[in-house]
């Protein structure tokens, strides 16, 4: 399955920003390991917002995070954060199985 990861990223302070992003990257790699194929938006919109304006930044991560939902088929919910609460809305409205814990997702022989 195609799994979007989604959680907070999003703080004022870098260390918890990388914290946070650890988190959804360690998640990602054990759906791998599960035989999954993991999507974080964050890691999508990253580079490629690096040069927008600080008061855009959000809108512009939270563009591409959207976008990328429609190639996945289920959601891994860390945490909630306002940008997760988007993007499972999205994926809830589109029907997509949320899992709220990476023991509750089969693997994929």
């Known amino acids: ?5 989604a959680g907070p990223y999003s703080s004022p302070d870098p260390i918890r920003e990388a914290a946070n992003l650890a988190v959804l990257n360690t998640a990602a790699a054990e759906l791998l390991r599960r035989g999954h194929t993991p999507i974080i938006g964050i890691n999508a919109a990253l580079a490629a917002v690096e040069q927008s304006p600080p008061s855009q930044r959000y809108e512009h991560i939270m563009r591409i995070s959207m976008a990328v939902l429609g190639c996945c088929e289920a959601m891994l919910f860390v945490a909630p954060s306002p940008g997760a609460l988007r993007e499972r809305a999205l994926m809830e409205a589109r029907g997509c199985m949320i899992y709220e814990s990476l023991d509750s997702i089969p693997s994929n022989p």
């Open 1 to 5: 399955m195609i799994i979007a990861i």
